[in-house]
């Protein structure tokens, strides 16, 4: 079966005494649900908290993931956390190539690949976001954009390598606006990476692979989103910084 997964994208918010106490209270929350083996919930605070945040969580149903992490093993890097720094912190998985590093920080599919290295070499889970601009999608572009972004920076993977990849969709015109991408727009895109993914990888592994939607998921709009079938689950922005709407969005997920 595969694996289904909702992860909370803290981004640039809270400082440290917030954020644990909001680690704190979805880990209370979940206490009292029974979340089957196959579901899974990951939390990505920012890296001055993650050592907080893993003291106040159970580490059987919370998963700790970095934001991002280095392309490069270590060295003189100033300002940088390597993927070692993370999983010896306490982090099992990391985001990768969120649309907000790849516009504001200029991450390339090429930089992309190396951190996807990175985090494998170190057993962190790569969340590896891809997804179109408005204008991209406008000019019927948007299947083409996700393809190269997937091909380009994972597509030189082993199969077993690709196998422990997790991708996140994320639209960047539905990130931070409101406005969701329907059930049919989101299902339409993870169907069209599980092709491609099966294109290359098989069947076998496209059908294992877990493929996040992202953009504008919030309590109200969690269960459609998630009902379709190749929706595998949300990586959440703005609805996660609240225990109570996170939680209601992994109760969608049950
Ligand atoms: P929002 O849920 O705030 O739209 O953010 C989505 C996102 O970017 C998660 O990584």
């Given amino acids: 079966m595969r694996n289904k997964i909702v992860a909370g994208n803290w981004k640039m918010n809270t400082i440290v005494r917030e954020g644990v106490a909001l680690a704190s209270d979805i880990n209370v929350s979940l206490k009292d649900i029974n979340l089957p083996e196959n579901v899974k919930i990951i939390l990505a605070p920012?890296?001055?908290h993650i050592a907080f945040v893993e003291q106040v969580t159970d580490d059987k149903?919370?998963?700790?993931?970095?934001?991002?992490?280095?392309?490069e093993e270590q060295g003189a890097y100033t300002g940088e956390i390597s993927a070692k720094m993370l999983k010896m912190i306490g982090c099992s998985a990391v985001i990768i190539g969120h649309s907000e590093r790849r516009a504001y920080f200029c991450e390339t599919s090429e930089t992309l690949a190396k951190k996807t290295e990175q985090a494998l070499k170190n057993e962190l889970t790569p969340i590896?976001?891809?997804?179109?601009?408005?204008e991209e999608r406008e000019a019927g572009n948007h299947f083409n954009i996700v393809k190269n972004q997937i091909s380009e920076s994972l597509f030189n993977l082993s199969e077993k390598n690709f196998s422990k990849i997790v991708i996140a969709y994320e639209p960047v015109w539905a990130i931070g606006t409101g406005v969701t991408a329907t059930k049919e727009q989101a299902q339409e895109m993870h169907e069209f990476i599980r092709k491609t993914v099966a294109e290359k990888y098989g069947?076998?592994?496209a059908e294992k692979l877990t493929i996040l939607y992202g953009g504008s998921v919030k309590p109200d709009n969690a269960a459609e989103i998630f009902s379709m079938p190749d929706v595998d689950g949300g990586l959440i922005g703005g609805a996660s910084l609240k225990a109570d709407s996170f939680v209601d969005i992994v109760k969608a997920i049950l």
Avoid at 62 to 71: D, E, M
């Fill in 46 to 48: 920012p890296f001055t």
């Fill in 61 to 71: 149903k919370i998963i700790i993931a970095g934001q991002n992490c280095s392309s």
């Fill in 203 to 205: 069947n076998n592994t």
């Fill in 128 to 134: 590896f976001c891809c997804g179109e601009k408005l």
